[in-house]
């Protein structure tokens, strides 16, 4: 896109400096937007992985494939990053492309209304600021979600979710317990089962576990990676990573396809292989087939938990008590530290900001059934608002970093009627996001996602909330708007 004057003048407000906000921010800047704001709610940039501070938070996608296509990065120390270092990239990459110049810290946007043509915003510090285009980067999972177990507040040692995570709380040598064995339980547990006196890690579901190795880059392999930029990008377009993605999305999309009978033999083949105890063998073995809920990678998660230290409990929790976990066999497990790795509340989106489109047609009401929104990136009644990462946008296990690229693409390109002048406002059709959302619908009961399982990947009716095609279909809806989705107003 090439910068014209008007792109001087319209004034695009972005919601979140995340991984998706700072992208939207450097290549605004990039186009020739100067008139650009990103409201942050806190005071540092990062979103998921400045939230996230959990022991053992490890980018479980390649850290070369996780990097900005424009920004690759030569020193990561691992094939899946510490989320510190991955933190440290999303700060270095704000600095250097000087995106904290638009991102205004501490600003919380609480309501966001469409009237007379511009965006009217309101933050919690009463902050109050227009724009003619509003791109929501606000993220997916940030809302904790705290499970309803009776007693939670009754007990008398440490209590952490994952996401607020206490750094003072002592944990060497110390009792633990984990609720939860998704992502970010299985990595809690592999860190902490060496630390802990005894670990007791909860589960109420098993889950199939994708092996993985995890290992470091020598001090070598960077200084080639620095020295070679051809070698930089080949690393970054990594072809085994790329063609993982596409047969991962395309077994996705197609439960009985012969890409996801491989997926089930390789999670098989590890359980067998890697638990000697028969017992806890079928323990951990699910009731429901691979990749139904986000697939593990974990290089490490069947050691940890045959540790002596550790212990899995799979009697279901009855409540919690002032010194630990009660379990339904009756049984107390005493602990002085309980990690609620309970996951979010996905369905929230940028959600609880109060956003108000056209005709006083608020997003809680266009939302009630489900959030959903064209392509994953506009919504009827909401003019000149896009979204990244929003609903129905492609999750699993690869980079939402190019996800957020490809959306971005699609969205710059929905700016430029704006910025020449050729419209005022622009607004997706509700023929078009009906026809989007049966085609989707119809297709979401075929994904895995939808064959027999709960996960945070289904929404309120226990259907798949996700995109639910490969991810080709997905690059290639993004690559130009078909403008008769959208009604454009003088
Ligand atoms: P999650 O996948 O939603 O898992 C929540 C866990 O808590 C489940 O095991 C669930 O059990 C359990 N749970 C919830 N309520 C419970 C209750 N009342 N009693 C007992 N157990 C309860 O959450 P998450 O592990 O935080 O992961 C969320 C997402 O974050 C991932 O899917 C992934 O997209 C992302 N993530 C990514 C990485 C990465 O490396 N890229 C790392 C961590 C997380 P049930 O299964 O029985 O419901």
Redesign the pocket.
């Known amino acids: 896109m090439h910068p014209t004057p008007s792109n001087r003048h319209l004034r695009v407000v972005v919601l979140g400096a995340g991984m998706s906000g700072i992208l939207c921010g450097i290549k605004l800047r990039e186009a020739g937007y100067t008139n650009v704001s990103i409201y942050e709610k806190a005071s540092r940039p990062g979103g998921?992985w400045r939230e996230?501070t959990y022991p053992g938070?490890?980018?479980?996608?390649p850290s070369h494939a996780y990097t900005y296509s424009f920004e690759p990065n030569p020193d990561w120390s691992h094939q899946?990053p510490p989320?510190a270092e991955v933190q440290d990239y999303f700060e270095r990459t704000v600095k250097k492309y000087k995106v904290d110049e638009l991102i205004r810290f501490d600003q919380e946007v609480t309501r966001c209304e469409f009237v007379d043509g511009r965006w009217h915003l309101e933050t919690k510090n009463g902050l109050r600021d227009e724009a003619d285009v509003v791109i929501a980067a606000t993220g997916v999972?940030h809302h904790p979600?705290y499970?309803?177990?009776p007693g939670l507040k009754t007990f008398e040692g440490s209590l952490l979710h994952?996401?607020r995570w206490d750094h003072s709380v002592a944990l060497d040598g110390k009792r633990i317990g984990i609720?939860?064995?998704?992502?970010?339980?299985?990595?809690l547990v592999s860190a902490l089962a060496r630390r802990a006196s005894k670990l007791k890690h909860?589960?109420?579901?098993a889950?199939w576990i994708m092996p993985v190795e995890n290992p470091a880059f020598t001090e070598a392999q960077k200084q080639a990676l620095r020295d070679d930029p051809a070698l930089l990008k080949r690393m970054q377009n990594d072809e085994t990573y790329m063609a993982n993605v596409e047969r991962f999305t395309t077994a996705v999309a197609n439960a009985e396809s012969p890409e996801m009978a491989a997926i089930e033999a390789i999670v098989r083949e590890n359980l067998e292989r890697s638990v000697q105890d028969p017992v806890l063998r079928e323990q951990l073995r699910p009731n429901y087939r691979a990749a139904c809920?986000?697939l593990i990678?974990s290089p490490d998660y069947y050691q940890a938990i045959q540790h002596p230290n550790a212990a899995l409990v799979t009697d279901?929790?009855e409540t919690i008590t002032p010194n630990g976990v009660l379990t339904r066999d009756g049984k107390l497990h005493e602990l002085d530290v309980i990690v609620?790795?309970?996951?979010?509340h996905?369905d929230r989106f940028m959600r609880p900001m109060q956003v108000i489109g056209r005709h006083g047609k608020s997003l809680n009401d266009a939302w009630a059934k489900r959030p959903n929104a064209y392509l994953a990136v506009a919504i009827p009644q909401f003019p000149n608002f896009f979204m990244l990462n929003g609903p129905t946008s492609p999750?699993g296990n690869f980079s939402l970093i190019d996800v957020a690229e490809n959306q971005w693409g699609y969205i710059a390109q929905l700016l430029e009627p704006l910025s020449s002048g050729e419209c005022r406002e622009i607004t997706v059709t509700q023929a078009a996001l009906d026809e989007y959302e049966q085609a989707r619908l119809a297709a979401a009961k075929n994904t895995i996602f939808g064959s027999g399982?709960?996960?945070?990947y289904l929404d309120a009716e226990g259907v798949p909330a996700t995109w639910p095609w490969n991810y080709e279909r997905f690059r290639n809806a993004m690559k130009a708007p078909k403008l008769d989705a959208f009604e454009m107003r003088k």
């Open positions: 998921t996230n938070l490890t980018c479980d996608v899946l989320g999972l979600r499970p309803d177990i994952s996401a609720v939860g064995n998704g992502s970010t339980g299985v990595q909860f589960q109420r579901t889950q809920k986000r990678f279901g929790i609620l790795a309970s996951g979010f996905a999750v399982c709960n996960s945070w």
